[in-house]
């Protein structure tokens, strides 16, 4: 059961390693933003883009919208 386990994973695996993995899932995500942005559910996504995000670590906190920190913290990655 292990072994095919392990056998199933490898296709995912050697993608995951591959120099494109990024690019493609790049890809995969901004077409998944773009169709539900422009769909009846764009109001969620413009929603869940403001959704307030913190973190603090004892008196010290920063609050900002989730966009932000995609912006900000993601695409500097």
Not at 34 to 55: H, I, R, T
Request: charged content about 15%; proline content about 4%; cysteine-free.
């Amino acid at each position: 059961m292990l072994k095919q386990a392990r056998q199933a994973l490898l296709p995912f695996q050697s993608f995951v390693r591959s120099e494109s993995a990024g690019g493609v899932l790049l890809i995969i995500a901004a077409a998944i933003a773009f169709v539900w942005a422009n769909s009846s559910a764009g109001d969620l996504y413009e929603g869940l883009k403001q959704l307030p995000v913190s973190v603090g670590v004892g008196g010290w906190g920063l609050d900002k919208p989730l966009i932000l920190w995609v912006n900000d913290g993601l695409m500097a990655i």
